[in-house]
């Protein structure tokens, strides 16, 4: 059983390496994006809270995401593990994440972050904004927010796990499948 958390910012690639993962080792793959963009298009009533905030490029508040995320934790049933993807992203969702994982006899294996330069990420994340449709991929000042948030309140997450000497960092400039190969030597070592 590996739970993993697939962390850095937006446009690192967590997306790609996730769906590779997934089918490597047959985690779950959660990524609170994918899940608040699901509710999006079922007009949800959390889809419609967490819209606000995603457009902008801000956080969703904790308690939202932390109460999602026991939902599926809860109802996923048979797995080899979890893939976080995008989650957590402040200190109080990693603390929130220990006690979940805990309550249900489990812990994080690992933090695999992948680090890429800034101007890498925005050119990266307009060129995803060309076809994801996603309005925070378009504009600059929406893609400057997101990097902002990222280093202002995500960041630390990193030292959360660090302090757990849980913490492995990976070059996440390069070839897709040399990435992958990195990172799957880092899960192997678990
Ligand atoms: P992502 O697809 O991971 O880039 O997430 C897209 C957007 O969803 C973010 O910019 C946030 O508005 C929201 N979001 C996703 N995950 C989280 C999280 N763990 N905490 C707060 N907001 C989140």
Redesign the pocket.
Known sequence: MYNIVLFGP?GAGKGTQSEKLIQKYGLTHL????L?RKHLGEGTELGLL?KK??NE????PDEV?IGMVEDKISETKDTHGFIF??????TA?AEALDKMLGNHKMEISGMIALEVPQEILKERIKERGKTSNRV?DQDDAKINT?IKVYLDETLPVADYYSGQNKLTKINGVGKIEEIFAEITSVIDSY
């Open positions: 937006p990524s609170t994006g994918d608040f967490a905030y995603m490029g801000h956080l969703v995401v993807d995008g989650f957590p992203r402040t969702q925070d997101r």
